[in-house]
């Protein structure tokens, strides 16, 4: 079945490093990809998207690509702040308007 | 604020106890989810409600009994937890269908088993 595997967390970086969180993923034929944040106390919001090979999502400096080649979908950021501490979740929606499956999240901390 | 309100936010049962999660959707959607979220695993959907009727159940232990009396509201009624079942529960919900389908959450139900 699908699947999401994320890097086991937790991340602690300083104010302005560079971001990577890595997710890679299980499925057959086309699924769409996400990334979805969780800031403390509150709950899951939709990051960014991508729906086929080689799209680019992008939201508040966050930037995901789907590479089909490696099922990968790596989420970054170049310069990161302290309002970015939070868990991230990947996930996929398979072909044909299947439910989403998540990862088990990363949670973030961004020191000052 | 996304429109999906859960209470209580915080919750402390023993095993014998007989409790129940309330959420509220103020979207319109014609969806909602629960969902649970444990500590390094993946996030787990438990049960979802389309037009107010069950069209998923994954495999959730019957000490867990959903309840749908409208399209704006979902319940999750506990009987005999477990320790285990010490988790954050997520409720969301949802319009549309396929690639336009966009989940909202709520805050969670950080749940405590004693």
């Known amino acids: 079945g699908n699947s999401v595997t994320q890097m086991e967390g937790p991340v602690t970086l300083s104010e302005e490093a560079f971001l990577t969180i890595n997710c890679t993923y299980t499925a057959t034929g086309y699924p769409s990809l996400f990334w979805y944040v969780q800031y403390p106390g509150e709950g899951l919001q939709l990051l960014l998207k991508a729906t086929k090979a080689d799209d680019k999502g992008s939201n508040k400096g966050f930037e995901a690509t789907y590479r089909k080649e490696t099922t990968s979908f790596h989420l970054e950021k170049g310069s990161v702040q302290v309002s970015d501490s939070a868990v991230y979740f990947c996930?996929?929606?398979?072909?044909?308007?299947?439910?989403?499956?998540f990862g088990q999240g990363t949670r973030l901390t961004i020191n000052p | 604020e996304t429109g999906v309100t859960q209470t209580p936010r915080h919750l402390v049962m023993g095993m014998t106890n007989k409790k129940s999660l309330k959420c509220e959707q103020h979207?319109?959607?014609?969806?909602m989810y629960w969902y649970k979220q444990s500590a390094k695993k993946p996030l787990e959907l438990m049960f979802v409600?389309?037009?107010?009727?069950?069209?998923e159940n994954n495999s959730v232990p019957s000490r867990f009994s959903p309840e749908c009396p409208n399209s704006s509201h979902l319940f999750l009624h506990l009987h005999t937890l477990q320790p285990e079942d010490s988790a954050l529960y997520l409720c969301?919900?949802?319009?549309?269908?396929?690639?336009?389908?966009?989940?909202?959450f709520g805050s969670g139900t950080q749940l405590s088993v004693l």
């Open positions: 409600y389309s037009l107010e009727e069950r069209v």
């Open positions: 969301a919900s949802s319009q549309g269908s396929g690639e336009n389908e966009k989940l909202f």
């Open positions: 996930a996929l929606r398979g072909q044909g308007a299947q439910k989403l499956v």
């Open positions: 979207l319109g959607h014609n969806a």
